[in-house]
């Protein structure tokens, strides 16, 4: 079975409630056909009842809920809990009304935080920042984590490289320019998420343009410090770095550019100096390598809320989905 295939098998073993506010979208409807058929989650749609029946007209959307921000009877108490989370930051009744009423990732995410519903996709027709906004607003990060980031799981057809063509990208959608401890950070969470969603033994590359000081500059020096922050926080971890791409995953150039690295040329955790490189990289090796990309998913927060690109397919939204549902079952 490929990545995906393991993943939605271990999604149907225990149904989670994963929500989907955009209802706005067609391929939320195709993806939550999907879902709903094969059994992978239980789903809610946030909208507006006329325009989900409108916009949905024509899939089969038997055993999905549909919530109402405008009717649901729990909305008065998510407004109360909005605004008790953000008084400090100057809201009040009248802006939480205004944002639950009008913005349904705002609604999806309380939803999430008051326990109605286990995790959340969103992202095929909002952007990154507008996604995620909400959630680190309302979510925050998990216990023991000061930081959030995302990654792509990444599934490389017909590659003997990573775990079988299976390989994490991180941060390629968060963190926009990570300072040495950000980036030991998003490294150590991104090997958690390896050993979660992979279940698999992480190698992790700390990847720059330089191989062992092969190159000199600032941006080396970044990851340089990041790898030996890393390494102290997490010394049993297989990480290593700084590395360049052919070096952390391609064997003999691993060997001849890192003598006696273990993790140079099997490296199957990418960490990419910053969000330009992990962005433009997931984006190359998905559209070039015809390679299946989930994600941005994000790791450190407190709930597991998703993240989707503008050019994704339902078959993302529906892998995303069970990707969400794993992580909830973890986080329990
Ligand atoms: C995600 C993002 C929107 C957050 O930044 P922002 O909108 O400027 O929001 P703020 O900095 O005001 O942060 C909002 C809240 O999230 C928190 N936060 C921001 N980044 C965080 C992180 N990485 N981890 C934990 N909390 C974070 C802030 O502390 C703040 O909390 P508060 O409001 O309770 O004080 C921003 O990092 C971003 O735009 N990233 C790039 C996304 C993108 O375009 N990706 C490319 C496509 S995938
Ligand atoms: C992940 C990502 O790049 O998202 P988008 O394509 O929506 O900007």
């Known amino acids: ?18 929500v989907l506010p955009e209802t706005e979208d067609k391929r939320t409807y195709e993806a939550a ?3 709903l058929k094969e059994g992978t989650a239980n789903l809610i749609l946030v909208g507006s009842k006329e325009e989900i029946e409108k916009n949905g007209a024509g899939f089969d959307l038997t055993g999905a809920v549909i919530v109402d921000p405008a009717t649901d009877e729990r909305t008065a108490g998510y407004i109360a809990k909005l605004v008790e989370l953000r008084q400090k930051k100057g809201m009040t009744e009248e802006q939480a009304k205004e944002i639950l009423l009008t913005n349904y990732l705002y609604y999806g995410v309380m939803m999430v935080k008051m326990g109605d519903a286990d995790g959340m996709v969103s992202g095929a027709c909002h952007s990154t920042a507008d996604t995620l906004r909400p959630c680190l607003q309302i979510l ?10 995302a990654f792509f799981v990444m599934v490389v057809p017909d ?7 299976t390989f994490i990208f991180g ?4 963190e926009q320019n990570p300072d040495p401890e950000k980036l030991a950070a998003i490294a150590i969470s991104s090997a958690e998420s390896f050993r979660t969603l992979v279940g698999a033994e992480p190698k992790v590359a700390m990847l720059s343009h330089s ?12 990851v340089v410090e990041a790898t030996k922050i890393a390494k102290e926080a997490a010394p049993e971890l297989m990480l290593d770095g700084e590395l360049q791409l052919d070096a952390a995953i391609v064997p003999e150039i691993g060997e001849s550019k890192a003598p006696g690295s273990k993790v140079a040329g099997h490296a199957n955790v990418l960490i990419f100096p910053d969000l330009d490189a992990g ?7 998905q559209r070039l390598a015809k390679a299946e990309a989930y994600g941005p998913l994000t790791q450190g927060i407190a709930k597991p809320v998703n993240d989707l690109s503008r050019g994704c397919s339902a078959a993302d939204i529906e892998g995303v989905i ?6 909830a079952q973890a986080a329990e």
């Open 279 to 285: 962005n433009i990289g997931y984006k190359l090796v």
């Open 171 to 174: 941060d390629s959608g968060l």
């Open 159 to 165: 590659c003997e490289m990573g775990e079988h063509g």
């Open 211 to 222: 191989t062992k000081g092969s190159a000199k500059h600032a941006d080396v020096d970044k």
């Open 1 to 18: 079975m490929g990545f995906i295939d393991v993943i939605k098998a271990k999604a149907k073993a225990d149904k989670k409630v994963i």
């Open 33 to 35: 056909e999907a879902v």
């Open 140 to 149: 925050k990060t998990k216990p023991g984590t000061k930081l959030v980031s």
């Open 322 to 327: 069970a990707i969400t549902a794993v992580q």
